[in-house]
């Protein structure tokens, strides 16, 4: 009885959501300020991809915001896990041949492919999230294939902090010379050049460098203390 | 056009075995093929900047910790 009265409320409550987005055209401009993205946005921060511009011009408080959200994640994880029970040393198969000599090839070119993405954030899809992520899942394969090595958790830790050091510091220099937090102060250049785009570039470096490190240090606590 | 059904098929296909397994290592499994064909859908959308950051860390790494965690819990759900 409860399972036919819970599909029937799913049913109504798909039948509205699809005949209320219904009449909505797909995929049209609608908002002026998306319009003003899409038209100016280019130059007005000097970045050739929107996506970035708006993430780290337009809103770039936000994305202040996001990494903190990060960080304070990564800071309760090793918190509620470092009260745990002393870990017993448990007897690990080492990896084979194969798989060991395949992840020690493939690491240094995951971390290529990360840095290159959030280098690249202002002028290709991408930027320091996704490089962030991608790097650290080098990190989980070699936690994976390479049992014995394991990156230095003061190393994570000056990292991530360095890297959020480098985007309040350089917010900070917005608000002294360009009169508010976050303001692009450097010359912008030509689009579609590395050194382009004022300080976008070294934004997404740092945020780059503290996701990654933020994320590679949750998976070392989690294979640590499991 | 039918390559991208296909793919919503599939997608739909792995969510729900995602929830009816009961083996939760295979769930996991299900779990990220379903975040897998979301980001090749948003490739298709015309967002590859979602995309990436879907693939890495949908497919990816929310998958090692799940199968982290599981391997400290119980496998099987009873």
Do not use: W
Not at chain 1, 46 to 63: E, K, M, W
Not at chain 1, 123 to 132: A, H, I, K, Y
């Amino acid at each position: 009885m409860r399972r036919i009265v819970a599909i029937l409320l799913l049913i109504i409550v798909a039948l509205g959501i699809s005949l209320s987005l219904a009449k909505i055209p797909f995929g049209t401009p609608k908002t002026k300020v998306g319009r003003h993205y899409i038209n100016e946005g280019v130059k007005e921060t000097g970045a050739a991809n929107i996506v970035t511009s708006v993430v780290l011009s337009y809103r770039g408080f936000d994305t202040l915001g996001e990494v903190t959200v990060l960080f304070i994640a990564a800071i309760g994880l090793g918190a509620v896990l470092t009260g745990a029970t002393e870990k017993k040393a448990r007897k690990t198969e080492p990896a084979s041949l194969v798989l060991y000599t395949g992840c020690r090839l493939l690491f240094p070119l995951i971390l290529i492919f990360g840095s290159y993405i959030f280098i690249h954030g202002h002028l290709t899809p991408g930027g320091g999230f996704q490089g962030g992520a991608i790097i650290a899942s080098g990190f989980l394969l070699i936690y994976l294939g390479c049992r014995e090595r394991r990156i230095s958790r003061k190393a994570s830790k000056l990292t991530e902090s360095l890297g959020g050091l480098l985007f309040v510091v350089t917010g900070l220099l917005g608000l002294a010379f360009g009169g508010y937090f976050l303001s692009n102060f450097l010359p912008k250049g030509t689009a579609n050049e590395l050194f382009s785009a004022g300080i976008i570039p070294i934004i997404y470096i740092a945020i780059g460098f503290k996701v990654g490190s933020e994320l590679a240090s949750i998976i070392d606590n989690l294979i640590e203390e499991s | 056009m039918i390559f991208v059904f296909f793919l919503i098929l599939l997608m739909l296909i792995a969510a729900m075995a995602a929830s009816i397994f009961r083996d939760l290592i295979s769930a996991v499994i299900a779990a990220a093929l379903v975040s897998l064909i979301a980001s090749i859908l948003f490739y298709f959308l015309q967002a590859p900047d979602v995309a990436m950051a879907e693939a890495a860390i949908g497919a990816a790494l929310t998958a090692a910790i799940f199968i982290i965690a599981i391997r400290r819990t119980s496998r099987y759900e009873e």
